[in-house]
């Protein structure tokens, strides 16, 4: 299960998502999330599912190895549509029993609910999956660098997200260490009860918290051997620049965005669905 999250790896391959700008793969994703927002009617997840499968195939990644992470946000994905599906009241009521009844709006919901986080998920993984942390982070200090006039530490900012995600796969690989190491020693962590499984967890948090602790000194130590000040005067050995490729992703989305929103006016006045 530890080995499944893909979110904060990086995946080489020779595809056109890879060559873009990263700014352009921020925008998109932060575009995408949003859109996900700005409908509730079946077409429009039909297309936002149609444009996601098109980005995964131009990027080459494997749809096994993206499909991998969603094993880990399994538990969470069923208490998000448990909780939508009994707790969302409604009119038109759909019978199994006469215990167990639930709403066709609340099944609409959590259905609905449930497609939102998937597609949420795999569109944020496959920025990661696609941007290296160095590229992550020019393109988050130039996306930002107009907060640089209202003095926002842009450079830091940037540097600090890029490190927290380049440490969530050595972290993971750290658990996955961890719990070999306590199994070995007789700790079982599958059976029991939610609250026995809860406390089989605390041999693992606590190394793990020491060894997360250990890494973030020694990085500090080293940046601060290496003279590292921030990111007044520093210099790019490779600066960020748009191609050609760079602007038709933007028209891309643009014209995804607008398509999106017309076909759900159209399916919510003449459809209904």
Same mark, same amino acid.
């Given at each position: ?17 890879? @060559?873009?700008? $990263?700014?352009?793969? !921020?925008? +998109?994703?932060?575009?995408?999330? =949003?859109? %996900?927002?700005?409908?509730?009617? /079946? ?16 990027? @080459?990644?494997? $749809?096994?190895?993206? !499909?991998? +992470?969603?094993?880990?946000?399994? =538990?969470? %994905?069923?208490?998000?549509?448990? /909780? ?33 986080? %998937? ?155």
């Amino acid at each position: 299960m530890i080995r499944d999250i893909t979110i904060g790896q990086y995946y080489p391959a020779d595809s056109i998502i890879h @060559k873009l700008d $990263p700014r352009v793969k !921020l925008a +998109g994703t932060l575009l995408f999330i =949003i859109s %996900l927002f700005l409908f509730s009617t /079946f077409l429009g997840y039909v297309i936002a599912g149609a444009f996601l499968c098109l980005v995964v195939w131009l990027s @080459k990644v494997p $749809p096994k190895f993206i !499909l991998r +992470g969603l094993k880990a946000i399994f =538990i969470l %994905l069923i208490f998000t549509v448990v /909780f939508n599906l009994f707790l969302t009241p409604g009119e038109t009521m759909i019978r199994f029993t006469s215990r167990i009844q639930i709403t066709y709006e609340g099944f609409r919901t959590a259905m609905f609910m449930a497609i939102r986080l %998937l597609f949420l998920i795999i569109g944020s993984s496959l920025m990661t999956l696609t941007t290296t942390p160095n590229q992550l982070t020019d393109g988050l200090e130039k996306s930002l660098a107009p907060l640089k006039k209202i003095h926002v530490p842009v450079h830091e900012i940037a540097m600090m997200m890029s490190i927290a995600l380049r440490f969530i796969p050595i972290l993971l690989e750290e658990t996955d260490k961890i719990m070999k190491a306590q199994s070995a020693r007789g700790a079982d962590f599958d059976s029991g009860n939610i609250i026995q499984k809860a406390k089989a967890l605390v041999p693992i948090l606590v190394p793990l918290f020491v060894s997360a602790f250990r890494r973030a000194n020694d990085l500090a130590l080293a940046m601060e051997a290496r003279c590292y000040h921030g990111g007044d005067g520093r210099t790019k050995m490779k600066p960020l620049h748009y191609e050609r490729r760079d602007k038709l992703a933007y028209l891309f989305m643009l014209l995804y965005l607008v398509v999106l929103i017309v076909v759900n006016l159209f399916a919510k006045k003449f459809i209904g669905w």
